[in-house]
């Protein structure tokens, strides 16, 4: 009969509820630490995106003023043209 106590007792131990295991600091640590640097990882995904488009935008707003650039200087030489043009025609109404 001992043999049949002894899978009795191994039978009630295996389906006991057994014990949780105690969570070490280290495990509260890592698990921190891994949830900081994912959550960093995304901001820092997020960043580098908006960089990204934040370029462009500069990008194409230097090449906007370039051209608005050109347009003033074009402009400006024709106020001057007709600004002579006009001085002309006084100094003839005058002579």
């Known amino acids: ?4 106590h002894r899978y009795k007792q191994q039978t009630m131990n295996s389906n006991s509820i057994k014990s949780k295991k105690k969570l070490t600091p280290f ?14 990882a995304y901001d820092i995904a997020t960043i580098i995106i908006q960089q990204n488009k934040t370029k462009e935008e500069i990008k194409d707003l230097k090449e906007e003023n370039e051209i608005l650039n050109e347009e003033i200087f074009q402009l400006q030489k024709e106020v001057q043209r007709n600004r002579q043009i006009i001085a002309d025609k006084v100094l003839k109404l005058n002579i």
Do not use: C, D, E, G
């Open 27 to 40: 495990y509260w640590f890592f698990t921190a630490f891994t949830f900081l640097l994912i959550w960093n």
């Open 1 to 4: 009969m001992p043999s049949v």
